[in-house]
């Protein structure tokens, strides 16, 4: 990523690019912190690391570059390194078995047949980020980072250290999950006959 | 006209599925090509259209539902101290 080459900032213009670049993606951060660790005072703490981390490691970043996924990058290892080895057991999700099943015939088979957007319109409540909660954490990320966030699969490759294929893989394996909470729901709401 | 020529077929001659297609579609990865394939393809393919529609809601209510609060503002002052503090010892 932009961390290659080293940059020399004078204190004033360090404190530019953390106030102008670094502090408007603060909500965002925050919403990622949440989503990740779901407890807001976990993702308080954990934004506050990465600011911290990026203003102590600001020489890495050249200014004007794609800031937010430099700060989305730094939070992700922080919740890896930091957070998660302390309170959380590590993923137990096959990322081998998910790369065969999406690079497989089976692939265009619709696991969640029973979905219809007219069950969603009923959702008003808490059901779909109750769904995005209940997923694991490493399928968790690619949703919140491709569709909450909108980056494009280049740059999330660069945040999770992933190739592309990986992104992909598990961004369809993330969506069929999601799917199948959601049909749950659907089920539990009434929509008997949810055939698509 | 379609069925002439592919522009999601890959280097190697490789197919996508339509899931594959549509995964690219949904996320704006596709290129105009690919947009204007797709889009004459699920006139035809049924399951498509459903999936594409039912896609498209998702991931709008996603962003609807699961974005949009605010960082505390106690957290930026907390920030904004500590770096201070950091910078002047």
Redesign the interface.
């Known amino acids: 990523m932009e961390e290659t080459i080293k940059q020399h900032y004078p204190?004033k213009e360090k404190n530019e690019i953390?106030n102008n670049e670094f502090?408007p993606h603060?909500?965002?951060?925050?919403?990622f912190g949440?989503?990740l660790t779901l407890d807001r005072d976990d993702a308080?703490d954990l934004?506050?690391d990465t600011?911290?981390k990026a203003?102590r490691f600001i020489e890495s970043f050249q200014k004007g570059t794609n800031a937010k996924a430099w700060l989305f990058r730094i939070l992700k290892n922080s919740f890896i390194n930091d957070y998660r080895k302390k309170t959380k057991e590590p993923s137990k999700v096959d990322y081998q078995e998910v790369e065969a099943y999406y690079n497989s015939e089976d692939?265009?088979r619709?696991i969640t047949p029973d979905?219809?957007?007219e069950s969603?319109k009923d959702?008003i409540g808490?059901e779909?980020?109750n769904a995005?909660n209940s997923l694991d954490v490493d399928f968790r990320t690619v949703?919140?980072l491709?569709?909450?966030e909108g980056f494009?699969?280049e740059e999330m490759a660069k945040i999770l250290d992933i190739p592309i294929g990986t992104v992909?893989s598990r961004?369809?394996r993330a969506?069929n999950l999601?799917?199948e909470k959601?049909s749950e729901y659907a089920k539990s709401m009434g929509y008997k006959n949810t055939e698509? | 006209m379609s069925k002439l020529y592919n522009p999601f077929i890959l280097s190697d001659g490789n197919k996508p599925s339509c899931m594959q297609m549509l995964q690219l579609i949904l996320d704006g990865e596709a290129s105009h090509e690919q947009e204007a394939y797709f889009k004459s393809h699920m006139d035809q393919c049924s399951p498509c259209f459903k999936s594409y529609s039912l896609d498209i809601k998702i991931k709008e209510l996603l962003k609807t539902r699961c974005c949009g609060e605010s960082a505390p503002t106690e957290l930026i002052e907390q920030i904004k101290m500590q770096i201070s503090q950091n910078a002047t010892s």
């Open positions: 204190e953390f502090l603060i909500s965002s951060m925050y919403n949440y989503r308080k934004v506050q600011y911290l203003y692939v265009d619709q979905l219809r957007v969603l959702m808490d779909i980020s995005l949703i919140i491709c569709d909450l494009k699969y992909r961004l369809h969506r999601l799917k959601l698509l």
